[in-house]
């Protein structure tokens, strides 16, 4: 089984204009995730994650930009996001082992657990994020992905203050 295991990556502002709201620099990774899917009919993964205040996860917002996108309701696995706190890059992988995910066509419960801990799937992240989830798999003791695929983007100025330092390039090295 391919799957191909997302690392969330920001909202825009609720007053953007934008009707999905996930950020530029998440849909070049869910661009990236659907062309490896359609490689081999993989299985995206999306991994739990914050709401930064809309009306829901960023993990629902990259599903229907998925649909958008005509990607197979069978394919996409959403991952359950049930903390009021925020949710780290290693609170994604946390979350996704303790709730498992849904499949969006049956809305069945799946647990991904093995994949992860032995590397057994594509992870598709941002530029952003490669260093900090490779160190969280790390500490995890995960076995690191067999397929690796990174995506860059200049981000809007819509994105959520929390996530200002996406707009500044000599911000984003330093994070």
């Known amino acids: 089984m391919a799957l191909i295991v997302v690392i969330p990556d920001g909202l825009l502002k609720e007053r953007s204009i934008s009707k999905n709201k996930i950020s530029k620099t998440y849909k070049a990774v869910l661009d990236l995730?659907?062309?490896?899917?359609?490689?081999n009919n993989g299985k995206i993964i999306l991994l739990p994650a914050n709401s930064f205040d809309s009306n829901q996860y960023e993990q629902d917002w990259a599903k229907?930009?998925?649909?958008?996108?005509?990607?197979?309701?069978?394919?996409?696995?959403?991952?359950?996001?049930?903390?009021?706190?925020?949710?780290?890059?290693?609170?994604?992988?946390?979350?996704?082992?303790?709730?498992g995910f849904l499949n969006y066509e049956t809305k069945r419960k799946y647990f991904f657990d093995t994949y992860f801990k032995e590397g057994d799937y594509?992870?598709?992240?941002?530029?952003?994020?490669?260093?900090?989830?490779?160190?969280?798999?790390?500490?995890?003791?995960f076995k690191k992905p067999k397929?690796?695929?990174?995506?860059?983007?200049?981000?809007?100025?819509?994105?959520?203050?929390?996530?200002?330092?996406?707009?500044?390039?000599i911000l984003k090295m330093i994070y």
């Open 122 to 141: 594509s992870l598709v992240t941002s530029h952003l994020h490669i260093d900090r989830v490779i160190l969280i798999l790390k500490i995890l003791s």
């Open 147 to 169: 397929i690796i695929r990174v995506s860059y983007s200049e981000e809007s100025k819509e994105i959520v203050a929390r996530l200002f330092h996406y707009r500044i390039p």
């Open 33 to 39: 995730a659907i062309e490896e899917s359609k490689k």
């Open 64 to 99: 229907d930009y998925l649909l958008f996108k005509n990607i197979d309701k069978n394919l996409i696995y959403v991952g359950i996001s049930n903390s009021s706190k925020y949710i780290t890059t290693r609170d994604n992988f946390i979350l996704a082992i303790k709730n």
